[in-house]
C-alpha cells in the first residue's frame, strides 16, 4: 500500500503477538526515501503500542452508550450547577428536550416544584460543596406542570488537587411506589384519628389533611356535608384562608362538588373557570382562583352524605390516577364520618336529655321567682344550642304593649324594654301562635326585628310561643350571628323546653301581680287606718 501509492504511512492495526498469542493494537508512522530515479531505496518510521488507549477508549464508548441507554435519569453540571450534559431519560422524566431546552441551564429554572424549602436546599449544596455524596427524595415538576417524585444521587466530581470541579446526579422516577406509601400513610393518619377522637369537627380536618398528603398536587381541600337544609356545607377546609368559606352552603346546582354529589360520581376537572356551569364568580377571591379539581360523593351504601374536593390553582393538576387513588380514601372516609356524625347525634341527645332534666330541677329551686326562671330556661337553651341572642317576651294581659322582660346579646343583659303590640318577632309569634325558624335573617323579606345590643342584625333566628292551652302567653327566641345554625332539631327542642317553662312563667307572673295586688291593698288599709 505504502510502495503503491508512495505515501507516507499513518495507521492503526492490530497485530498478533506470536510469543503469547496476545492480540495488540499499534500506531505505524513511516515514510519511504527515493533516488534520483525515484525508486524507493529506503524506509523511515515507528510503531508504537496503542493497545491502553484503545481499550480505554472502548471502555468510554461502552460507559457512554450506558449512560445513554440507562433507564435513570443522569445529569452531569458544573460547579455553579448548570448542566452540561444529560441522557435521554432526562427528557423522558421531565419532559424538556436534550439538548436543545436543558444544556447550560439549571434544573433549578428546570423542575423546581416549590415543594422543598430552602433549608432543604441549603443542606443539600453545604453537602456537596463540601465534596460529599447526596442522596435523598423530593418533589418536582415537569415541563407540563404535573409534579413526580425523585430519588436522586449526586456525586461531586474532584480534579488532581481535590477541588470539586461537576457534579453527577442520577434520578429515579418513585412516584408510584410514593404514591402507594402516600396511600398507606393517609389510612394510617385516619385511622389514628379515628383513634384519638369520635368528635366529629377534628375527624374532618384530619381525614382532610390525610387526602392532601395522599394526593400531593392538591393546594387546597374541603369536605362537604349535607344539612338538614339540603344543601351542602363545608365543613372542613385545608389550604383556604378566607374565613368567609367556612360552613359556606352550596345549592344542589352550584358548583362541581354540588355535581360530584347530583350525579353521584367522581369528577375530573381539568378547568373549572373554562365550564358556567361549575364555575364560582362570587365575592371570594380564593374561590375564584380554582382551575384543577377533583371531587368524590361520599358514598354510604346508596346514600350520599358529603362531597370531599380537592383543588389547585392550575390546569390539568390532577390526573385520573389521582382520582382513583381519591375515591378509594373517600370510601373508608364516609363511613369514619357517618360513625362520627352518628357519635354527635348520640352526644346532642344526650345533652337535650340532660338539659331538660336541669331545668326540671332548677323548676324546683326557681319557684315563683320570675328572674330566677327567666335564668333558668336562658342555661337550658344555652346548653344545647348556640345562642348568642336570647330573649323573653311577654303580653300584656290586657292588651297593650308586649314587655321584653329578658334580653341578652353576646354576653350583656339590658334592662326590660317595651315592645309595640304586633311589631317584631314577637307580633308574628305572639299574635299566630306559631313557631318561626328563620335560616338567614338577611333574605327573609316578611320579618322585621326589633333592634337591640351590637349593632349588626343577627342572622339565625328560631322563637318559639309560650302557651297555657291554647293561648300564646309570650315568646322565648334564640339567635344567632351565624346564618344557618337552627334546624328542625333545635326547633323540637326549644319547644320542649317552652312547654316545661311555660307555666312556671305565667304561674310566677300571677304570683308577682298578686304580690303586687296585695301591697296595694296593705297601704289601703294602713291609709284607712290613719283616716279614722
Given at each position: ?8 504511512f ?9 510469543s503469547?498469542g ?23 518510521g ?14 468510554l ?11 435513570n ?12 450534559w ?28 416549590g415543594?422543598?424549602d430552602q433549608?432543604?436546599y441549603k443542606?443539600?449544596?453545604d ?15 415537569r ?11 449526586i456525586?461531586p466530581?474532584k480534579?488532581?488537587n481535590?477541588?470539586?470541579?461537576h ?15 402516600r396511600q398507606?400513610?393517609a389510612q ?12 366529629l ?22 369536605v362537604l ?5 339540603g ?8 389550604g383556604?384562608?378566607d374565613?368567609r ?8 346546582d352550584s358548583g362541581?362538588?354540588a ?6 360520581r367522581?369528577?375530573?376537572i ?5 365550564e358556567e356551569?361549575?364555575?364560582?364568580d ?15 360523593p361520599?358514598?354510604?351504601?346508596e346514600?350520599?352524605?358529603g362531597v ?11 390526573t ?9 380514601f ?6 369514619v364520618i ?5 357519635f354527635?347525634d ?7 336529655l ?7 330541677q332548677?323548676l324546683l ?17 344555652q346548653s ?20 321584653a ?11 326590660p324594654?317595651?315592645i ?10 305572639i299574635?299566630?301562635g ?5 335560616e338567614?335573617?338577611?333574605a327573609s ?21 309560650l302557651?297555657?292551652?291554647?293561648r300564646?302567653?309570650g315568646?322565648?327566641?334564640t339567635?344567632s350571628?351565624?346564618?344557618?345554625i337552627y ?6 327542642v326549644?319547644?320542649t323546653?317552652a312547654a ?13 301581680e ?9 297601704i289601703?288599709q ?5 283616716l279614722?
Amino acid at each position: 500500500e505504502v510502495l503503491g501509492r508512495r505515501q507516507p504511512f499513518d495507521k492503526e492495526y492490530r497485530i498478533l503477538r506470536h510469543s503469547d498469542g496476545y492480540e495488540r493494537w499499534v500506531h505505524g508512522l513511516g515514510r519511504l526515501e527515493f533516488d534520483a530515479e525515484g525508486r524507493p531505496i529506503k524506509m523511515h518510521g515507528t510503531i508504537q503500542d496503542i493497545t491502553e488507549r484503545i481499550e480505554a477508549e472502548g471502555k468510554l464508548r461502552l460507559q457512554s452508550a450506558a449512560l445513554e441507554a440507562s433507564a435513570n435519569a443522569i445529569v452531569i453540571a458544573n460547579r455553579e450547577g448548570f448542566i452540561q450534559w444529560a441522557n435521554p431519560a432526562f427528557t423522558a422524566l421531565t419532559g424538556y428536550k436534550v439538548p436543545d431546552e436543558v444544556f447550560g441551564r439549571s434544573p433549578r429554572d428546570l423542575v423546581k416544584s416549590g415543594k422543598q424549602d430552602q433549608r432543604f436546599y441549603k443542606n443539600l449544596w453545604d453537602t456537596i460543596l463540601a465534596g460529599k455524596i447526596w442522596q435523598g427524595e423530593l418533589v418536582n415538576r415537569r415541563k407540563d406542570g404535573s409534579l413526580y417524585d425523585e430519588e436522586m444521587t449526586i456525586t461531586p466530581v474532584k480534579d488532581e488537587n481535590g477541588a470539586v470541579t461537576h457534579f453527577i446526579a442520577v434520578k429515579q422516577d418513585i412516584t408510584e411506589r410514593k404514591h402507594h406509601e402516600r396511600q398507606l400513610e393517609a389510612q394510617a393518619m385516619l385511622a389514628q384519628a379515628l383513634g384519638e377522637s369520635l368528635e366529629l369537627q377534628p375527624l374532618l380536618e384530619r381525614l382532610l389533611e390525610a387526602a392532601r398528603h395522599a394526593i400531593p398536587a392538591a393546594e387546597k381541600g374541603s369536605v362537604l356535608l349535607f344539612e338538614a337544609d339540603g344543601r351542602l356545607h363545608i365543613r372542613a377546609l385545608n389550604g383556604y384562608t378566607d374565613p368567609r368559606l367556612r360552613d359556606f352552603a352550596f345549592a344542589g346546582d352550584s358548583g362541581y362538588a354540588a355535581r360530584a354529589a347530583r350525579e353521584r360520581r367522581p369528577l375530573l376537572i381539568a378547568d373549572a373557570r373554562a365550564e358556567e356551569s361549575i364555575r364560582y364568580d362570587g365575592e371570594i377571591e380564593e374561590a375564584r382562583q380554582i382551575h384543577g379539581a377533583i371531587a368524590v360523593p361520599l358514598l354510604i351504601q346508596e346514600r350520599v352524605i358529603g362531597v370531599i374536593s380537592l383543588d389547585s390553582t392550575r390546569k390539568d393538576a390532577f390526573t385520573q390516577e389521582e382520582l382513583n387513588h381519591l375515591v378509594g380514601f373517600a370510601a373508608s372516609a364516609a363511613l369514619v364520618i357517618e360513625n362520627a356524625r352518628l357519635f354527635e347525634d348520640m352526644k346532642k341527645r344526650l345533652a337535650e336529655l340532660k338539659a331538660l332534666h336541669l331545668s326540671s330541677q332548677n323548676l324546683l329551686v326557681s319557684g315563683f321567682n320570675s328572674q330566677k326562671t327567666y335564668a333558668s330556661l336562658h342555661e337550658a337553651v344555652q346548653s344545647v344550642m348556640l345562642s348568642d341572642v336570647f330573649v323573653i317576651v311577654l303580653a300584656d294581659e290586657k292588651g297593650g304593649d308586649y314587655y321584653a322582660v329578658y334580653r341578652y346579646d353576646a354576653g350583656e343583659y339590658y334592662p326590660p324594654a317595651r315592645i309595640p303590640r304586633g311589631q317584631g318577632l314577637s307580633g308574628q309569634v305572639i299574635e299566630q301562635g306559631v313557631t318561626l325558624l328563620i335560616e338567614d335573617y338577611h333574605a327573609s323579606k316578611n320579618v322585621q326585628a326589633v333592634y337591640f345590643g351590637r349593632p349588626e342584625h343577627v342572622r339565625s333566628i328560631l322563637a318559639i310561643p309560650l302557651k297555657r292551652g291554647n293561648r300564646a302567653f309570650g315568646m322565648i327566641s334564640t339567635q344567632s350571628y351565624q346564618p344557618h345554625i337552627y334546624t328542625d332539631n333545635h326547633r323540637a327542642v326549644l319547644e320542649t323546653i317552652a312547654a316545661q317553662f311555660s307555666a312556671s312563667i305565667e304561674n310566677a307572673r300571677l304570683f308577682e301581680e298578686i304580690q303586687a295586688r296585695l301591697q296595694e291593698l296593705e297601704i289601703l288599709q294602713s291609709l284607712s287606718s290613719a283616716l279614722r
